[in-house]
């Protein structure tokens, strides 16, 4: 360094002559920012505050709000998020709001639907997926067949209260094989060990892929009567021969347990059917309705079988008025072959040709399982009428786009009134100037 | 200080934008740092700053004040009411009877004047919406004129407009004895003439025509114009700027600088407080609507203040007055 130089052999002075190069441009800056930009960069640092906050707020309702599982029950964490482990199908899942004050327990149950049993899950039994599936489907029990041994159960399903189910699984022939037990991803659910967490049976929720139909009473999926009639001699036999092929189906296809469950007893074969959720397909056949199996035929034929789905809902049911604004679209193809899903069913010769089996379904199944269908049906429907845009049309799409914006436009707000709006669009200073008369007079002249 | 700068008027073309809740809570802030303050409700026809006061039913506002005939013994005196506040008197307005706007030109001079003659350190006008002249004339009387709006693209276009009537408004009224320039200016009377002067330039360029003389007068009223700006009811950040847009505008149509004074934010606080019909500034003086209001009163009086409320009173805990800014 040049020592003979004032400025540069001076280091006090050259000091202060880097800090003030450094100083100045940023000075400069601050000096030109209007009160616009101050006030802006307030609102910012004001937001940013807010959000912090609001951070905090929300870790602490997190803690507080229940987790919802995939059986339709909640789980609420409580102090320590972390002692409750979260099965990893329910991650991702929005919480439910509002815990209720003074709860002591860390994971607490709330029970969606009528309650119906409490059981720890400490070591869940494999058996008891089969107990949950059957409680979903209340149907009649089997008078016809009886069962003289009980199945081996297990000290937690000796805690429930008896329904008739419970009561049916009493007389169960002990010899007959355990029903089979999924180990698919789906089904996981129940065999994930949740510490300290109670778990309430599964609630009636329809997922996309498996529906799961409330025991509802029959009148309200069936307006004929002569379907909640007892049937006929002649109307049973014929839903034997139809219930036929799709027993010999399965023969051909699926394990001997399943054999044994068609033969035995038709209420453990729909507890099997639901824990193997792509056989709900074959809860179609069942049925044994006669129209289906017609219309299944016309659609292959025509290979089009969205188009002839309308068809056979008309013939099922009489359809709702919603449904004269259905569209064909390729939503409605993919979920009509689910309804109409036959492949058990032998589509080549007649009805009456194939009849295999000999047994006679008892009434109630039948009429169960006609229920049932109905339910599908009607769920169905209701997806087909809820999917926005693509199945509706008209005059239709009209209201439901308004129904929806009555819908979003009367949600309260919940976290004040700031920040409650999208905020997406943005009105820009040239689309502003662009309605201006002042604007529209200069570009006239 | 001169009666033109102790006289802020508050304005904005739109109705429902929050003119007269700024402007009551303005006056509070002006009294509580200790300022005499008078708050005139100048939306005559559809008095409603009273409610926010908390007065119940004004005793005598400016009907009593044209015809004298309700005025006890203190004459004019009487029309300034206690509002409960320090240093705050309010004048009410014309109630609500049918045809209480369309006053005379004799009676809105005769308000203006008494107006002017207030005896206080600021006189707050809250005048109601729209852009006649009526309007127009009590904002001009202002030395000080704030514009309020919200965000909205309709009531920032039609702030746009109040500006623009208020500046044409205050040329029309420099050069009243020209009555050509008047044709020019006052487009009602002349609409054909909208074409040609929409704007400022268009208006200098006809006036420098016709009176190349009188066009740096033209000159001085449009820099003397420079209306301060406060966006109410903000929810986000691109709000505040929706404010700038109306900047940018109003300088690129009519050249004029307006002064952007501040925000408030949308919130149930405010809402409380006019259901409470108690200024949210002394509900709370630290919520965020009040010190959006301390900001805007800091930016119109060069000062940053800052006030706290401790067992029901409420205090200046800074007040320091700034050496630069607008409002001079």
Redesign the interface.
């Known amino acids: 360094m040049d020592t003979t130089n004032p400025i540069l052999g001076n280091p006090l002075l050259l000091a202060a002559i880097l800090l003030l190069l450094a100083i100045l441009p940023r000075a400069l800056r601050q000096n030109k920012k ?3 930009d101050k ?2 960069e ?3 640092r ?2 940013m505050k807010a959000a912090a906050e609001g951070k905090t707020n929300e870790d602490k309702d997190r803690q507080k709000k229940p987790i919802p599982l995939k059986d339709g029950s909640l789980a609420y964490l409580k102090e320590n998020p972390s002692a409750a482990q979260i099965p990893e199908e329910n991650k991702g899942i929005p919480p439910f709001p509002v815990q209720e004050e003074g709860e002591k327990e860390r994971v607490k149950v709330v029970k969606p639907g009528v309650p119906i049993s409490h059981f720890e899950t400490a070591e869940p039994p494999p058996k008891k997926k089969v107990k949950l599936i059957k409680q979903e489907f209340s149907i009649a029990p089997d008078k016809n067949k009886t069962r003289s041994k009980k199945i081996p159960s297990d000290p937690v399903e000796k805690e429930q209260p008896k329904s008739p189910t419970n009561e049916q699984e009493s007389t169960w022939n002990e010899d007959l094989p355990v029903p089979p037990i999924s180990n698919t991803e789906e089904d996981s659910w129940i065999e994930a060990e949740i510490p300290g967490l109670t778990i309430e049976p599964p609630a009636e929720e329809p997922s996309e892929d498996i529906p799961v139909f409330n025991a509802s009473p029959k009148e309200e999926y069936l307006p004929e009567p002569e379907k909640s009639q007892e049937p006929s001699p002649e109307k049973q036999s014929a839903e034997v021969k139809n219930m036929a092929p799709k027993t010999e189906e399965k023969k051909g296809s699926k394990s001997e347990k399943q054999e044994i469950i068609m033969t035995d007893s038709p209420q453990l074969e729909m507890e099997i059917q639901e824990s193997e959720p792509k056989e709900v397909e074959i809860k179609a056949p069942v049925v044994s309705h006669k129209n289906i199996a017609e219309i299944e035929t016309v659609s292959e034929e025509a290979g089009t079988p969205s188009s002839k789905a309308s068809e056979t809902e008309g013939e099922i049911t009489a359809a709702p008025p919603e449904q004269e604004n259905l569209k064909t679209t390729p939503e409605t193809a993919k979920l009509k072959p689910f309804l109409l899903d036959l492949r058990y069913l032998d589509q080549e010769g007649s009805e009456t040709e194939n009849l295999i089996s000999q047994e006679v379904l008892p009434a109630d199944m039948v009429d169960a399982t006609i229920t049932r269908l109905n339910a599908l049906q009607a769920d169905l429907e209701n997806q087909l009428v809820s999917t926005p845009g693509n199945v509706v049309s008209g005059d239709a799409l009209v209201n439901e786009n308004m129904r929806k914006k009555r819908t979003r436009d009367s949600l309260p707000d919940l976290e ?6 999208s ?1 997406k669009k ?4 040239e ?3 662009s ?5 529209s ?2 570009k ?2 | 200080m001169t009666f033109k700068n102790k006289i802020i008027a508050v304005g904005g073309g739109k109705g429902g934008v929050g003119k007269s809740v700024v402007c009551a809570n303005m006056a509070v802030t002006l009294a509580l740092t200790g300022q005499r303050v008078v708050l005139v409700d100048a939306d005559f026809g559809a008095s409603s700053l009273h409610a926010l006061l908390g007065i119940s039913s004004p005793k005598y506002g400016f009907r009593e004040y044209f015809d004298h005939s309700g005025l006890d013994s203190n004459g004019e005196e009487a029309l300034l009411l206690d509002t409960g506040i320090n240093n705050l008197k309010f004048l009410s307005g014309a109630g609500d009877m049918p045809g209480s706007a369309d006053i005379s030109v004799k009676n809105q001079n005769k308000v203006i004047s008494y107006i002017k003659s207030l005896d206080a350190d600021h006189i707050l006008m809250d005048l109601g919406p729209g852009t006649n002249f009526h309007i127009i004339d009590y904002f001009n009387v202002g030395g000080k004129n704030v514009v309020v709006s919200t965000p909205e693209m309709t009531s920032i276009m039609k702030s746009f407009s109040f500006i623009k009537a208020t500046l044409f408004r205050r040329i029309s009224q420099e050069f009243k004895s020209s009555s050509d320039l008047q044709h020019l200016i006052d487009l009602s009377k002349n609409p054909a003439m909208a074409e040609d002067c929409y704007e400022i330039d268009s208006l200098r360029e006809k006036v420098e025509e016709m009176h190349p003389q009188k066009l740096e007068r033209v000159n001085e009223i449009i820099r003397e114009f420079q209306p301060g700006l406060v966006i109410n009811r903000v929810r986000r950040q691109k709000d505040i700027l929706m404010g700038d847009n109306l900047l940018k505008l109003s300088k690129k149509y009519l050249d004029v600088d307006v002064k952007f004074l501040g925000y408030l934010i949308e919130s149930d606080d405010v809402r409380d407080s006019i259901d409470e019909m108690k200024p949210f500034l002394i509900k709370d003086p630290q919520s965020k609507p009040s010190e959006n209001i301390q900001q805007v009163i800091g930016s119109l009086t060069n000062t940053n203040i800052h006030l706290v409320k401790k067992d029901d009173s409420i205090y200046v805990s800074q007040q320091i007055k700034l050496s630069s800014g607008w409002g001079q």
């Open positions: 209007t009160a616009l006030a802006v307030r609102f910012e004001e937001e004040g009134t700031i920040n409650t709006s905020g943005e009105v820009s200073l689309e502003l100037d309605f201006l008369f002042t604007a007079q200069k006239n002249k």
